[in-house]
């Protein structure tokens, strides 16, 4: 997490899937109008629901560029914002 400290976070952890839904999608918009191009949100590893789900979600938001797994923590994804 040391590589990211200074980069904006949304942490889902005990969040459902339709409420992480929500929270994605205005997460990513509000980095993009604070014009941050790079995010990270931690969905966890545990059964795959959240990943998924946030996956899902990165694949359909207009705002998203790109977006991996990190490759030290498959916990979290790295989000690349269309500035």
Do not use: C, P, Q, W
Request: overall charge positive; cysteine-free; aromatic content about 10%.
């Amino acid at each position: 997490m040391i590589l990211y400290k200074n980069i904006n976070k949304l942490d889902l952890h005990g969040y459902d899937r339709d409420s992480a839904r929500i929270l994605i999608n205005e997460f990513i918009y509000d980095n993009y109008k604070l014009k941050n191009k790079k995010v990270v949100i931690i969905h966890g590893v545990g059964s795959g629901i959240l990943k998924n789900t946030t996956h899902k979600v990165l694949k359909n938001n207009k705002y998203v560029n790109n977006y991996k797994l990190d490759n030290f923590n498959v916990g979290m994804t790295i989000v690349d914002i269309n500035i």
